[in-house]
């Protein structure tokens, strides 16, 4: 997309935004509306800046070590896609302050193709969430959330970062705040050359090399928010992504390709917010633009371009203080329009229409249900519902259950491309129910979530007998297992230690063969241990991944075996101004894969610097 439309973009597309159900804090502005109410029945996991220093390559690094999700890469910084409790990548959602994402084309969201800085939290939420979320919010929901502070002055902030492979992070962000007016502005731009050896794994007669492995990616974002009365903000929240990379060659004299997206996302927002009554108007508009390159030095192959029109309204009231009722409506038009390849132009309306109730029974006693109708062109849609239901029984144990019907629309790609397209798919749906146990001891806490999906009608690509690949509702998942949380935090005088470790076993089988699906660690855990001293902080970062079998037959020679991979990192705080930092990754010199036949960097460096204003 050129500078001229973007602009134009910018300027003509609007949107609206809601606070939570609670009274508004007046100097924070979250932009997700709904964020605030799911937390309060659903364990939700917020990674917030400073944590993604830990793990600053890219977003699939980040989700990788401080979240249970499971992440296929194909070699650092390439194609990559996530995986809640053994659910495909179409269905985990990705949510942008509160609208989703996912691509039209394919269905989800390539997590190195969505900038990894320029938020101010990343929440993980798992578990069902379509009834709030929409189209494949099944697995879970990954939530890029930014807020605006007010009274708050100037404020900024510069993040520099040299690191192994040529590859280098930069970051800056700065805001301004009064008691009317907040704006915050940020970039980054991130490239590296990328090519690392992996000795161990041969091709041919030589180690693996990732030549052609380089990419760079730059981000803008702009977020502004107006009083206009007491109980009225305007909002504007843009983002603008470019991004390129080069796929790997195995061979010496290999053909070198590579990969170009552009996204836009613009949101501007009308709010009203009393002390019972809430009403969010969001309109919205989004791009989703690619190019594949099959000669790095030739005119592009093929691509796609996606526009999406979004308009949404959130209505929030209190009928008496203790019973909450929230309507939420919805109407997207989508279009797309491929290049050289197998899509031609193409549109469909898609409309929705929510309502949930909450009862807060007691301060410790609380319960939401939800219904849902989805409104998708030449689609049947089923009903959606959801209940979910908080007991804090004590003050050291708290006891969740929730209960859902979720699903995912067949994407642009599914119906339409040619040959192949089906036009004949009905949704993907799964029922879901997990429980939440939390206990509480003091500076100690454990959480404790086992799980159940029933998933039916999963599209997936077929061979067929005319020699191309079309995709079919084909057999039922059946997805089950258990996550788990440790959390410990203490402070004693200039001293703080901080411990968080989780472990997800998923059970995730073919309901046709009783095996186990491709891509899915039965076991997975991951650790942070955090130890701060006056302006000194030192931490280490451990990951381990079960077998994962690559084929559906779980054939074993063909396995991606278990790996353990430890980082380690130590920073000084000077000034209170300025940090400085060295990390390590990979401090085993490990060697792993997340998809077979790309395997990823052994021991890798980085130092970094950190200045605020």
């Given at each position: ?12 597309s ?10 508004a804090?007046?100097?924070?502005y979250i932009?997700?509306?709904q964020?605030k ?11 917030t ?8 390559t890219?977003?699939?690094e ?30 985990t ?5 509160g ?5 039209s ?19 993980i939420?798992?578990?069902?969430g ?5 189209s ?5 929901s ?10 708050s ?5 510069v993040?520099s ?14 805001a301004?705040?009064?008691?009317k ?7 980054s731009?991130?490239?590296?050359q990328?090519d ?6 041969v091709?041919g ?5 990732n ?5 760079y990616n730059?981000?803008v974002n702009i ?8 109980h009225h ?17 195995f061979e010496?004299n290999?053909?070198?390709?590579k ?9 501007i ?8 009554l809430?009403?969010?108007?969001k309109?919205?508009?989004?791009e ?8 790095l030095?030739?005119p592009k192959?093929?691509?796609a371009?996606?526009k999406?029109?979004?308009f ?12 909450n009722?929230?309507?939420i409506?919805e109407?997207?038009v989508?279009k797309g ?12 309306n898609v ?13 410790d006693?609380r319960f ?5 109708k989805?409104?998708?062109e ?10 979910s239901?908080k007991?804090?029984?004590?003050k050291?144990?708290?006891v969740?259950?929730?209960f859902?019907?979720n ?5 642009f790609n ?10 004949d798919?009905v ?11 939390e ?13 159940y999906?029933?998933?039916k ?7 067929t007998?005319?020699?191309?690949w ?7 998942v059946e997805s ?5 949380q440790v959390?410990?935090n ?12 989780g ?7 073919n ?13 997975k ?9 006056s302006?000194?902080k030192?931490?280490a970062?451990?990951m ?10 779980e ?11 430890l ?14 930092g060295?990390?390590v ?7 792993y ?9 052994k ?7 950190t200045?605020?204003?």
């Amino acid at each position: 997309m050129d500078i001229k439309r973007s602009l134009l973009l910018l300027c003509s597309s609007f949107g609206g935004f809601l606070f939570g159900q609670e009274k508004a804090v007046d100097t924070v502005y979250i932009f997700d509306s709904q964020m605030k109410k799911v937390k309060l029945f659903h364990p939700v996991r917020t990674i917030t800046p400073k944590d993604i220093e830990k793990n600053s390559t890219n977003l699939s690094e980040l989700l990788r070590f401080q979240s249970s999700i499971y992440i296929k890469e194909n070699g650092r910084g390439a194609v990559s896609s996530p995986s809640f409790r053994g659910t495909t990548a179409q269905q985990t959602a990705f949510v942008w302050n509160g609208i989703n994402i996912n691509s039209s084309f394919l269905g989800q969201g390539d997590v190195n193709n969505i900038p990894l800085f320029g938020y101010d939290q990343i929440d993980i939420k798992a578990g069902g969430g379509s009834v709030v979320y929409g189209s494949g919010a099944i697995g879970g929901s990954i939530h890029l959330n930014n807020i605006l502070d007010f009274n708050s002055g100037f404020k900024a902030s510069v993040y520099s970062e040299a690191a192994s492979f040529d590859t280098y992070n930069n970051f800056a962000q700065a805001a301004f705040s009064n008691e009317k007016l907040s704006v915050k502005v940020s970039g980054s731009y991130i490239t590296s050359q990328n090519d690392y050896k992996v000795p161990e794994f041969v091709v041919g007669n030589t180690g693996f090399h990732n030549t052609n492995g380089r990419y760079y990616n730059t981000s803008v974002n702009i977020g502004v928010a107006y009083k206009i009365a007491d109980h009225h903000t305007i909002s504007w929240q843009n983002q603008t992504f470019d991004a390129s990379q080069h796929y790997p060659i195995f061979e010496l004299n290999g053909n070198k390709t590579k990969y170009k997206a552009q996204t836009l996302r613009s949101l501007i927002a009308w709010d009203i917010n009393k002390n019972n009554l809430s009403n969010s108007l969001k309109m919205a508009y989004t791009e989703d633009n690619f190019q594949y390159f099959a000669d790095l030095n030739q005119p592009k192959a093929s691509g796609a371009d996606g526009k999406n029109y979004i308009f949404k309204n959130d209505f929030n009231y209190f009928i008496t203080p203790k019973i909450n009722i929230n309507a939420i409506g919805e109407f997207q038009v989508n279009k797309g329009k491929g290049y050289g390849s197998g899509l031609e132009t193409v549109s469909r309306n898609v409309g929705s229409l929510s309502g949930l109730i909450r009862y807060f029974a007691t301060k410790d006693l609380r319960f939401e249900a939800g219904i849902k109708k989805d409104f998708v062109e030449d689609i049947s849609s089923p009903l959606l519902y959801s209940f979910s239901g908080k007991w804090n029984a004590v003050k050291w144990y708290h006891v969740g259950i929730n209960f859902s019907k979720n699903f995912r629309y067949p994407s642009f790609n599914d119906l339409y491309w040619q040959p192949g397209g089906n036009l004949d798919l009905v949704p993907e749906t799964s029922v879901n129910i997990d429980m939440n146990h939390e206990f509480s001891f003091g500076d100690f806490k454990i959480a404790l979530s086992p799980y159940y999906m029933d998933i039916k009608n999963l599209i997936n690509w077929l061979p067929t007998s005319l020699g191309y690949w079309a995709p079919f509702n084909t057999y039922r998942v059946e997805s089950y297992g258990l996550e788990s949380q440790v959390t410990w935090n203490k402070t004693f005088g200039k001293h703080a230690l901080k411990l968080d470790g989780g472990y997800t076993y998923s059970k995730s089988v073919n309901k046709d063969t009783d095996l186990q699906r491709m891509y899915v660690p039965m076991h997975k855990a991951v650790g942070n241990i955090e130890y701060g001293y006056s302006l000194f902080k030192v931490y280490a970062q451990g990951m381990f991944n079960g077998l994962k079998y690559t084929t559906s037959d779980e054939k074993r020679s063909a396995a991606i075996d278990p790996y353990f991979i430890l980082n380690a990192g130590i920073s000084a705080s000077l000034f209170k101004k300025y940090t400085l930092g060295f990390k390590v990754n990979n401090l085993t010199d490990t060697y792993y894969q997340t998809v077979s036949l790309y395997p990823m960097p052994k021991r890798n460096y980085s130092v970094y610097a950190t200045i605020n204003f």
